[in-house]
């Protein structure tokens, strides 16, 4: 997750142990350095940026248990992390993005298995609304925002371990979900963002005509 020019990892698992771990990579020194801690291990969380704001979301605790929590986290102070309203389902291996001064988190799994259920979180307010839910099961999708919509990409069904092709788009001002078609092959557990490419600029051509002064 990227804030502030730094990429940060957050947590996560090494020898299947839940880490709190916080570590921020700088891409112009080429050095990793030691942030502070979350205050809570977890792993298969979601994070994303909303107004500046690092937020990350559900995941498991070190005992495998599903977390509802929603966590501010801020670097800069002593004690980074502020939990704030949790998600009504505690989920993990879900998606969560930032998209119109919200943060809305889909899928994923949960005591119940899959997961179709899809949340938004109004910071103003401090509060979750749920939203119309996903059409299939995407465990352990990719998530991106593209011209307005939240696209939640591939995936898998814990209920039959099937891999997922599908993309599905939520519009806000249709207030529900569209199918955008499917990935090249089925994919899960991959990342996804968006390439914003330079805009390629026109040089007209204007024709220089050279007058020859007559001889004499």
Not at 57 to 70: D, F, K, P, R, V
Not at 117 to 124: G, L
Not at 183 to 188: F, M
């Amino acid at each position: 997750m990227a804030l502030d020019g730094q990429l940060y990892a957050l947590g996560g698992r090494y020898n299947d142990v839940a880490l709190n771990s916080v570590e921020t990579y700088n891409p112009e020194l080429n050095i990793w350095r030691p942030a502070p801690a979350l205050p809570a291990p977890c792993f298969a969380h979601a994070a994303a940026i909303l107004e500046g704001r690092l937020y990350v979301s559900g995941g498991c605790n070190g005992t495998g248990q599903y977390l509802g929590s929603l966590l501010h986290y801020d670097p800069k102070l002593e004690k980074p992390g502020t939990f704030l309203s949790p998600m009504g389902i505690p989920r993990a291996g879900h998606v969560m993005a930032a998209l119109g001064g919200r943060l809305y988190v889909a899928g994923g799994l949960g005591e119940t298995g899959d997961l179709l259920s899809f949340e938004a979180y109004e910071p103003r307010t401090d509060s979750w609304t749920h939203l119309a839910p996903l059409p299939s099961p995407h465990v352990g999708a990719a998530g991106a925002v593209l011209q307005g919509e939240l696209l939640v990409l591939g995936g898998y069904s814990h209920r039959t371990y099937a891999l997922s092709h599908l993309i599905h788009a939520y519009c806000p001002g249709l207030g529900r979900w569209l199918c955008l078609g499917t990935l090249p092959r089925p994919r899960a557990e991959m990342p996804a963002c968006i390439l914003t490419l330079p805009t390629v600029q026109h040089i007209a051509l204007v024709p220089t005509l050279h007058q020859t002064k007559p001889a004499g």
